[in-house]
Protein backbone atom coordinates (compact mmCIF):
# COMPACT_ATOMS: atom_id res chain seq x y z
CA UNK A 1 0.00 0.00 0.00
CA UNK A 2 2.77 2.51 1.02
CA UNK A 3 4.73 1.89 -2.66
CA UNK A 4 1.24 2.67 -4.38
CA UNK A 5 1.14 5.56 -2.09
CA UNK A 6 4.63 6.69 -2.78
CA UNK A 7 4.28 6.18 -7.05
CA UNK A 8 1.19 7.59 -7.56
CA UNK A 9 2.91 10.96 -5.38
CA UNK A 10 5.43 10.53 -7.72
CA UNK A 11 3.63 10.09 -10.73
CA UNK A 12 1.40 13.58 -9.69
CA UNK A 13 4.54 15.23 -9.33
CA UNK A 14 6.02 14.02 -12.65
CA UNK A 15 3.12 15.04 -14.51
CA UNK A 16 2.64 18.31 -13.05
CA UNK A 17 6.29 19.70 -13.21
CA UNK A 18 8.14 18.01 -16.22
CA UNK A 19 7.54 18.43 -19.85
CA UNK A 20 5.88 14.84 -21.33
CA UNK A 21 6.85 13.97 -25.01
CA UNK A 22 8.15 11.42 -26.93
CA UNK A 23 10.57 13.37 -28.91
CA UNK A 24 14.47 13.57 -27.65
CA UNK A 25 15.20 17.20 -26.20
CA UNK A 26 17.62 19.24 -27.98
CA UNK A 27 20.00 18.51 -25.50
CA UNK A 28 20.80 17.20 -22.09
CA UNK A 29 20.05 20.40 -20.25
CA UNK A 30 16.48 21.27 -22.30
CA UNK A 31 14.19 19.26 -19.22
CA UNK A 32 17.01 20.14 -16.71
CA UNK A 33 16.27 22.70 -13.90
CA UNK A 34 15.73 26.27 -14.90
CA UNK A 35 19.49 27.33 -14.27
CA UNK A 36 20.85 24.98 -16.59
CA UNK A 37 18.13 25.61 -19.20
CA UNK A 38 19.61 29.27 -20.36
CA UNK A 39 22.76 27.07 -21.75
CA UNK A 40 20.94 25.22 -24.45
CA UNK A 41 20.68 27.51 -26.89
CA UNK A 42 24.42 28.09 -26.52
CA UNK A 43 24.94 23.90 -26.65
CA UNK A 44 22.71 23.71 -29.78
CA UNK A 45 25.12 26.20 -31.77
CA UNK A 46 28.22 24.68 -30.46
CA UNK A 47 27.00 21.44 -32.23
CA UNK A 48 26.31 23.58 -35.20
CA UNK A 49 29.60 24.39 -34.98
CA UNK A 50 31.35 21.00 -34.73
CA UNK A 51 29.19 20.19 -37.21
CA UNK A 52 30.79 23.04 -40.23
CA UNK A 53 34.24 22.41 -38.95
CA UNK A 54 37.01 20.13 -39.54
CA UNK A 55 38.18 17.96 -37.12
CA UNK A 56 41.78 19.69 -35.60
CA UNK A 57 40.97 23.22 -36.40
CA UNK A 58 41.23 26.06 -34.17
CA UNK A 59 38.27 27.90 -33.08
CA UNK A 60 38.16 30.53 -31.02
CA UNK A 61 34.74 31.14 -29.06
CA UNK A 62 33.72 34.31 -28.34
CA UNK A 63 30.35 34.32 -26.51
CA UNK A 64 28.67 37.04 -24.00
CA UNK A 65 28.67 36.26 -20.21
CA UNK A 66 27.32 33.02 -19.55
CA UNK A 67 23.92 32.99 -17.52
CA UNK A 68 26.27 32.78 -13.94
CA UNK A 69 28.17 35.67 -15.48
CA UNK A 70 31.14 33.84 -15.56
CA UNK A 71 33.41 34.21 -19.26
CA UNK A 72 35.08 31.05 -18.54
CA UNK A 73 32.19 28.81 -18.04
CA UNK A 74 31.60 29.52 -21.85
CA UNK A 75 35.38 27.92 -22.66
CA UNK A 76 34.74 25.05 -20.37
CA UNK A 77 31.29 24.11 -22.23
CA UNK A 78 32.76 24.77 -25.81
CA UNK A 79 36.07 22.62 -24.83
CA UNK A 80 33.08 20.02 -23.91
CA UNK A 81 31.53 20.30 -26.89
CA UNK A 82 33.92 20.73 -29.50
CA UNK A 83 36.27 17.70 -28.29
CA UNK A 84 37.96 16.63 -31.68
CA UNK A 85 38.80 20.74 -32.41
CA UNK A 86 41.47 23.05 -30.45
CA UNK A 87 39.40 25.09 -28.81
CA UNK A 88 40.72 29.04 -27.62
CA UNK A 89 39.10 31.89 -24.95
CA UNK A 90 37.67 34.69 -26.84
CA UNK A 91 40.84 36.68 -25.22
CA UNK A 92 43.09 34.89 -26.85
CA UNK A 93 44.31 36.61 -30.27
CA UNK A 94 41.90 36.50 -33.26
CA UNK A 95 45.04 35.62 -35.87
CA UNK A 96 45.92 32.23 -33.61
CA UNK A 97 42.50 30.33 -35.00
CA UNK A 98 41.27 29.31 -38.28
CA UNK A 99 37.89 29.61 -37.23
CA UNK A 100 36.00 31.94 -34.87
CA UNK A 101 32.93 31.33 -33.59
CA UNK A 102 30.76 34.49 -32.29
CA UNK A 103 27.23 33.45 -30.35
CA UNK A 104 25.18 36.49 -29.30
CA UNK A 105 28.07 38.60 -29.58
CA UNK A 106 29.16 41.47 -32.02
CA UNK A 107 30.15 40.48 -35.34
CA UNK A 108 33.31 39.32 -36.10
CA UNK A 109 35.27 41.92 -38.76
CA UNK A 110 38.38 40.37 -39.07
CA UNK A 111 37.01 37.17 -40.70
CA UNK A 112 34.83 35.85 -43.84
CA UNK A 113 31.38 34.87 -42.52
CA UNK A 114 31.12 31.03 -43.21
CA UNK A 115 28.08 29.74 -41.92
CA UNK A 116 24.61 32.35 -40.15
CA UNK A 117 22.82 29.80 -37.05
CA UNK A 118 20.77 30.49 -34.92
CA UNK A 119 21.79 33.48 -32.26
CA UNK A 120 25.34 33.29 -33.84
CA UNK A 121 27.37 33.06 -36.92
CA UNK A 122 30.67 31.15 -37.86
CA UNK A 123 33.78 33.09 -39.35
CA UNK A 124 36.83 31.85 -41.33
CA UNK A 125 40.09 34.43 -40.66
CA UNK A 126 42.38 32.10 -43.11
CA UNK A 127 44.82 31.28 -41.10
Do not use: C
Amino acid sequence: MAFLLAAGALGVRIVREAPLSLHLPPTIVTNGASGSRAVAPFLIFLGEVRQAIPEGATVRIVAPQSPTGDIFMNFEIAVGQLPRQQVRRQDAPAERAEYVAVYGAPAFAAGRLLRRFDGGDLYWTGK
